[in-house]
């Protein structure tokens, strides 16, 4: 009706300059509302999907992602990001004793950014002791390790507890576990790392 004013207008001869311009106002009404209403429900967006991360991970709880468009931002659908894991790597700390005639290797696990944990400076210092131990079982126990190697492993290991020092034939290594080794401490006693342990553990060293 709006497009056909001017006919309107030419057919029906209009009696007044008043009903003209009313017919001419309702008329601009009229294109405003249907451009307008144009914009709005013929002009669908054609969307660029995205996810977004709404909510970062953290160690404690699941962070979120939603996808959403980047044009219009209307969403359609979230999924869960999981939540941090502290990650563990490998690493080592060499002991070396008697002029560097023989050392031992720690294999143990941290945090990338993580100090070197209090228990290897314990390590080394009752692996020194050890080495200047002037009881004879002692320093036997010494010269026999040494007739079976100069470089020996000592693996931290942190499944199945068990308390002391030991040697593993199978993993041809020395094992501790790290929640004794952790809170181990002094020279005698349940929590120490004794001579005696450290005797038994050399004497019974296989090297296959
Ligand atoms: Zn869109």
Redesign the pocket.
């Known amino acids: 009706m709006v497009y056909f004013n001017k006919d309107y207008k030419g057919a029906y001869c209009m009696k007044n300059w008043k009903h003209f311009i009313f017919l001419a106002i309702i008329a601009i009404f009229g294109i405003v509302i249907a451009f307008t209403a144009c914009d709005d429900g013929n002009k669908p ?4 999907w995205e996810w977004k991360v709404t909510t970062p991970a953290t160690l404690e709880a699941d962070g979120l992602e939603t996808e959403i ?1 980047s ?2 931002n ?1 969403t359609r659908g979230t999924r869960p990001i999981p939540k941090l894991e502290l990650e563990l790597v490998d690493k080592t700390y060499t002991i070396t004793l008697k002029d560097d005639a023989l050392e031992f290797v720690v294999e143990y696990k941290a945090l990338e950014t993580d100090e070197e944990p209090a228990y290897l400076a314990y390590l080394e210092e009752r692996l020194v002791a050890m080495v200047a131990s002037t009881g004879p079982a002692n320093q036997d126990a010494i010269i026999g390790l040494l007739t079976k190697g100069n470089s020996f492993k000592i693996k931290v290991e942190y499944d199945d507890f068990y308390m002391g020092l030991v040697w593993n034939t199978t993993k041809q290594a020395f094992t501790v576990h790290n929640d004794w080794i952790s809170i181990a401490s002094g020279t005698s006693g349940d929590n120490a790392l004794t001579l005696t342990m450290m005797r038994e553990a050399f004497n019974s060293v296989e090297i296959e």
């Open positions: 967006c054609s969307h660029n468009c044009i219009c209307e």
